[in-house]
């Protein structure tokens, strides 16, 4: 008895068309990334689908959490906060990536979780927030419960299971 999760990508073609069809096929929560899923609660709209955008910012997090309160009178049911580390698409300059070494990402984490929480304060609404993105051990999972997170989402490490639909030459 298990969660059925689904990840879509807001830039495919057919973004539309896979989240109606996993909401109305009964998933039980829906991530959206790879941009602002501005439209993801009309999409799920009849449905007890839950939505999590990602999100790599605190302008993102809150632009997705006024659009979506102003427009359709609802929060996000979770955030995902995926690092420079994540793999897919991100909201990342190629120059930041570059110098990723650098780059010190803890700082933003806590301004996402510091933004939503002052959301859930003006809505009596809670709105867990996961953490992504270079998640691969014990150690990097403690690190981001101590930078606030309620969870984490870990994938790549995945990616060579028999559960995966990756190529097994991968």
């Not at 969660?3 to 096929?25: F, P, R, W």
């Not at 790879?34 to 993801?40: E, K, P, R, V």
């Not at 309160?69 to 990342?92: C, K, N, Q, T, W």
Request: a negative charge; proline letters at 3%; glycine letters at 8%.
């Amino acid at each position: 008895n298990g969660l059925v999760g689904v990840n879509v990508m807001h830039a495919l073609q057919d973004y539309k068309e896979h989240v109606i069809t996993a909401a109305s096929a009964g998933a039980d929560i829906i991530v959206c990334g790879a941009g602002l899923a501005n439209d993801l609660p009309e999409l799920v709209k009849g449905t007890s689908a839950l939505i999590a955008p990602i999100v790599s910012s605190r302008k993102a997090a809150d632009v997705i959490t006024k659009m979506w309160s102003r427009h359709y009178d609802r929060l996000p049911d979770l955030i995902v906060i995926e690092g420079p580390l994540a793999g897919g698409h991100l909201g990342f300059r190629r120059e930041a990536l570059d110098d990723i070494g650098h780059m010190d990402f803890d700082s933003e984490i806590r301004s996402i979780i510091e933004f939503v929480r002052s959301v859930e304060k003006n809505s009596a609404h809670h709105i867990p927030v996961f953490a992504a993105g270079g998640i691969s051990d014990r150690t990097s999972a403690d690190h981001a419960f101590s930078l606030g997170a309620d969870g984490i989402q870990v994938a790549t490490r995945f990616v060579a299971t028999a559960e995966c639909d990756a190529a097994d030459s991968y």
